[in-house]
């Protein structure tokens, strides 16, 4: 499976978009890009899959290159509650299994 | 919808005894469960894929004999941690898919609330 690599943790205030970008020099023709979301003490929630360009939900945005080694989450308009560990994750499209393995995330703090 | 639960959320036990961790899918059927445990401050570790009624594929570095799975049914995962230790306290989180319903390149899993393991 592709590594990905994320910034540890970045801040952020109430109000504003926060960007997170993930690198996956070695993602696969095959390969899906999926982001989570974790709150201290539960377990991870999902909040977007895209394989290229821009993908919206009514949660958050992915956007995803051309070359597709990175793509970046893009959060509008934070909240404290949207204080959390952020995983991005590459996945084989070709599994069968949908396995996932996580990195390290990123912990975005949103300040008030 | 897509709601998966853990029981207990929270055990205690001592060193040397056995503590089952059940992980069930309310309102769909999981035709794959996964196993997870968390260290504090680190990431989730994979440890294993369990597939209704065949044998659990356990990561590299897992032990299949301490750490039993068992998928009895659509519904039903069970992780039983055999002869625990101190090593063996974490958070093990469950979660469960079905392909059938997301689609075979859907990476969207359904996570229980975790179960956070102390032993003694």
């Known amino acids: 499976l592709a590594k990905t690599t994320q910034p540890i943790s970045m801040d952020s205030y109430e109000g504003q978009e926060v960007n997170i970008t993930c690198s996956h020099n070695n993602i696969a023709t095959n390969d899906y890009i999926t982001w989570y979301q974790q709150f201290p003490s539960q377990g991870p929630r999902f909040i977007i899959q895209?394989?290229?360009t821009k993908v919206t939900n009514e949660v958050a945005s992915l956007f995803i290159p051309a070359d597709r080694k990175s793509s970046t989450l893009s959060l509008p308009r934070v909240s404290l509650s949207d204080t959390a560990v952020y995983y991005c994750l590459v996945g084989e499209g070709s599994s069968n299994t949908g396995k996932l393995i996580f990195g390290q995330g990123t912990t975005l703090q949103v300040k008030p | 919808g897509a709601v998966v639960s853990q029981h207990p959320s929270r055990v205690i036990c001592k060193s040397g005894t056995s503590v089952k961790i059940e992980c069930r899918s309310l309102d769909f059927q999981a035709t794959t469960m996964f196993w997870y445990r968390q260290f504090p401050k680190q990431s989730l570790m994979l440890m294993a894929t369990s597939n209704e009624g065949s044998k659990a594929t356990y990561e590299q570095g897992v032990e299949k004999d301490k750490f039993l799975i068992n998928h009895a049914s659509l519904t039903l995962s069970t992780l039983t941690v055999t002869s625990a230790h101190p090593e063996d306290s974490s958070f093990y989180i469950c979660?469960?898919?079905?392909?059938?319903?997301?689609?075979?390149?859907?990476?969207?899993?359904?996570f229980g609330p975790g179960t956070r393991l102390t032993v003694t």
């Open positions: 895209g394989y290229k």
């Open positions: 979660s469960a898919t079905n392909q059938r319903r997301t689609g075979t390149h859907s990476y969207e899993q359904y």
